[in-house]
């Protein structure tokens, strides 16, 4: 029985010694996976300050002038419409800094790495004193297809330092609406106009003729007396026939018919 008991407590014994082994492992792991991602807090903490200190010496600022947006509004543009921005370039650091290219596009949202239009890109080459500001003016079209539907615009101004580094400030980088004009007259409804001028020209020209239609049949169907009187009636009688004109021969000829007629001679013949 003692050799049992002994047994049982050195089972039990050893089963807590691997217990206590186990979360001791699971203990370090766990201060390893937290010290790696103190270490990487700290690498990150670092870039972003070589970055900070990097893009200290210059500040940049972005403004819509048409069309014109509030500072929290969603940008709409205009399809097929000028829009444009200034940029605002302030060189505070103690160096020479040269203003090299300034461009815009439209991406697609869902990947800002796909360019759908592509604007003009601006040869600058402008050198900007310390302590110095400068203020750039740009102006681009988005296509008339693209109405109705959100993209990306991405605008860049790169420039370098006095030691030739170059550097990119991103103005803007984010989804905007392009919208369709509704203001004005298209084509379309022009030609509907035209239209529509067209057809009150013909109806008001038919008017016209069947209103003078209907007065002139009135006007003729009851002329006054003195017009009657003036219509020419013709020649009622022989008596009234002009024969001057009538060569004398004819006229032989056509009193020799009389004379022959048979109603002249019935009427010998009733006397």
Not at 106 to 121: A, K, S, V
Not at 222 to 235: C, I, K, M, Q, V
Not at 254 to 264: C, E, I, V
Request: glycine fraction near 8%; charge should be negative.
């Amino acid at each position: 029985m003692e050799f049992k008991w002994m047994l049982l407590c050195l089972s039990l014994l050893a089963v807590s010694t691997g217990v206590t082994r186990a979360e001791d492992e699971i203990d370090a792991d766990e201060e390893m996976i937290v010290s790696e991602d103190q270490g990487l807090v700290e690498t990150e903490g670092d870039e972003s300050m070589i970055e900070d200190l990097e893009l200290s010496d210059a500040d940049t600022y972005l403004l819509f002038t048409k069309p014109v947006f509030e500072e929290k509004a969603s940008i709409e543009l205009p399809a097929g419409r000028l829009s444009e921005f200034l940029v605002g370039f302030t060189n505070k650091g103690s160096n020479d800094l040269v203003l090299e290219t300034l461009d815009a596009s439209l991406r697609y949202p869902m990947d800002f790495n796909f360019h759908i239009q592509n604007f003009t890109t601006v040869l600058l080459e402008k050198t900007i004193p310390p302590g110095s500001q400068a203020t750039l003016g740009y102006a681009f079209i988005p296509a008339d297809a693209f109405a109705g539907r959100p993209f990306g615009l991405s605008i860049n101004l790169a420039y370098r330092d006095y030691e030739g580094k170059q550097m990119i400030s991103k103005l803007y980088n984010d989804t905007v609406n392009i919208i369709e004009v509704e203001e004005g007259l298209d084509g379309e409804t022009l030609f509907l106009y035209v239209l529509m001028a067209a057809a009150c020209v013909l109806l008001l020209v038919g008017g016209q003729q069947f209103l003078y239609s209907v007065g002139k049949k009135r006007v003729g169907g009851g002329l006054p007396s003195r017009t009657r009187a003036n219509l020419e009636t013709g020649t009622k009688t022989s008596k009234q026939i002009d024969m001057d004109w009538v060569p004398k021969n004819v006229l032989n000829h056509l009193n020799k018919q009389k004379a022959q007629s048979p109603k002249q001679k019935r009427v010998k013949k009733t006397d």
